[in-house]
């Protein structure tokens, strides 16, 4: 089974900073890679789909990129609508597996 | 609007069984997979098994396969998931979610269960 890490596992930042949030898959996953968006109590919504594909009705503040086994998702321009926590997933083999997501909260 | 509906929350006992359902709807049900994504309280997120809404093929994870059965009742366009033998380890909030691709695109609002003698 292919193993997704993330880092960092959290972060504190404000309105208005660049974050960036590394992806790493335990072999090529090619560009199956996507990014979910998930705040508490709700459930998540993609974000990013093939590494880089933003999804319609995602600002463009956000972006994906990476190929291989490693990948990024930044976020300039942080709103405060993005605090949450992002979480990858590989979908190259079964089973699809996530990462242990990454926390944005408020410096 | 493509959404997907999941049944309310269970309250079991440990070795009970849950059988949880998913009715998509804005979409033709038989184009696509559905998923299901179970998440422990605090925890990340964890895939449970896949169902074809086309064939009823099926893939389960293995720390579940041998407990957890997927189904579909195409004459009423749901999914379920049903899940015997109940352990503490087993509560959660259970998604329902459609494959498009490798990507789980549209999420149902989630089915909270709890394990609890």
């Known amino acids: 089974d292919i193993q997704m890490t993330q880092s960092p596992s959290s972060l504190s930042a404000s309105v208005g900073d660049r974050v960036t949030i590394t992806c790493r898959a335990s072999?090529?996953?090619?560009?199956?890679l996507n990014w979910y968006q998930q705040k508490p109590g709700k459930a998540p919504e993609l974000l990013i789909s093939?590494?880089?594909s933003l999804q319609s009705g995602v600002p463009s503040r956000f972006s994906g990129s990476g190929s291989g086994t490693d990948f990024t998702l930044t976020i300039t321009d942080l709103q405060p609508q993005d605090f949450a926590t992002y979480y990858c997933q590989q979908g190259y083999s079964s089973p699809q597996s996530f990462g242990p997501g990454t926390k944005v909260d408020v410096k | 609007q493509v959404q997907l509906v999941q049944s309310g929350a269970e309250v079991k006992k440990p070795g009970a069984s849950i059988r949880v359902s998913c009715k998509p709807s804005?979409?033709?049900?038989?184009?696509?997979?559905i998923s299901w994504v179970r998440q422990a309280p605090g925890q990340g997120l964890e895939w449970v098994g896949w169902i074809s809404g086309y064939s009823g093929n099926t893939k389960y994870a293995v720390n579940v396969q041998g407990r957890v059965t997927l189904t579909t009742d195409t004459s009423t366009n749901t999914a379920y998931m049903e899940l015997r033998n109940l352990r503490s380890d087993d509560s959660g909030v259970y998604y329902c979610?459609?494959?498009?691709?490798?990507?789980?695109?549209?999420w149902g609002q989630g089915t909270l269960v709890t394990v609890s003698s």
């Open positions: 979610t459609r494959l498009r691709g490798d990507a789980f695109d549209i």
């Open positions: 072999q090529d996953i090619i560009n199956y």
């Open positions: 804005g979409y033709i049900f038989t184009n696509f997979g």
């Open positions: 093939a590494a880089s």
